[in-house]
């Protein structure tokens, strides 16, 4: 999608993007003479000149295409740099970023699942990320890269596609947990399971040392990543749908990975039964 995309060059927004596609100039290399009429000779090689920059950097520089696109327009990025993307979630024992602690980290890049655990290999982290380019989270910029760059004293400098501004502007509200639901995806026996009660299981795992509540605030913490991907790909696939380019570019929405842990019912239902029912994280 990147080669089709014009709205990241000064003076074009998706409105001239859009006319530029119903003229025929599909991509990048459609921009070619005889040039729309509508187009001033200033535009044309303005246009011309930062299609020129935009291949240059389009095998190994996301970071370009991010600082020119807007946050809700960075789902174009996604096939390109695919192959060094992946996927973050972190659970805390509170909102505050300055008073709380990082417990769990989860990272899946479509391939392989990592988890990083407070007072094992959390420090772990710091040296794995740099193996991508693009990190995909839901509200990871206002939460989890902030919470992660203060925690671990360390800053996040790949590109960052937030899936709540990309979601939002489709129009799906709610979290992530509610923007699953409404498009179509389940967390089975987690279902109900939210950021709260991760902090009660992290607190369970810390007062007995149940290795139980350990596994279920896994399971559910990676789930966040794994279905991260799959919200990524639906989102992708309803943005095409606002473009010519749905048939041709369209992706499979990925099969669920096996995730190494498994949530115990049974440790959900005596923290239900000692908690009640938790105020949810917004």
């Not at 925690?151 to 489709?170: A, F, M, P, T």
């Not at 007062?207 to 991907?229: F, G, H, K, Q």
């Not at 990524?232 to 190494?260: G, R, W």
Request: hydrophobic share 40%; with cysteine.
């Amino acid at each position: 999608m990147l080669t089709n995309t014009f709205s990241h060059i000064p003076g074009i927004g998706l409105i001239t993007e859009k006319r530029l596609w119903e003229s025929g100039i599909l991509s990048w290399d459609d921009f070619v003479e005889p040039y729309p009429i509508w187009l001033s000779s200033e535009k044309i090689a303005s246009i011309k000149n930062h299609i020129d920059l935009s291949q240059k950097h389009l095998a190994y520089q996301p970071e370009y295409f991010a600082d020119l696109l807007a946050p809700d327009q960075h789902w174009r990025l996604f096939p390109h740099f695919r192959h060094s993307s992946a996927f973050l979630d972190i659970e805390t024992t509170g909102l505050d970023k300055w008073g709380g602690s990082i417990t769990t980290i989860a990272l899946y890049d479509g391939r392989s699942i990592f988890h990083y655990v407070q007072g094992d290999n959390l420090d772990a982290f710091k040296e794995n990320i740099q193996n991508y380019q693009v990190i995909v989270t839901y509200n990871g910029k206002c939460f989890d890269i902030p919470f992660i760059e203060n925690y671990l004293g360390i800053k996040i400098e790949q590109v960052h596609i937030d899936l709540r501004y990309v979601l939002k502007r489709l129009g799906y509200l709610g979290g992530l947990k509610g923007c699953e639901r409404q498009l179509g995806l389940h967390r089975g026996e987690l279902d109900g399971v939210d950021g709260y009660f991760a902090v009660l299981l992290w607190d369970e795992f810390k007062r007995t040392n149940s290795r139980n509540a350990l596994e279920t605030l896994l399971a559910y913490n990676i789930m966040d990543t794994v279905n991260l991907e799959s919200l990524m790909v639906i989102a992708y696939n309803l943005n095409l749908q606002k473009t010519p380019f749905f048939q041709s570019h369209c992706l499979t929405v990925p099969e669920a990975p096996d995730i190494p842990f498994r949530a115990d019912p049974r440790i959900i239902d005596k923290i239900k039964m000692e908690w009640g029912s938790p105020v949810s994280f917004p």
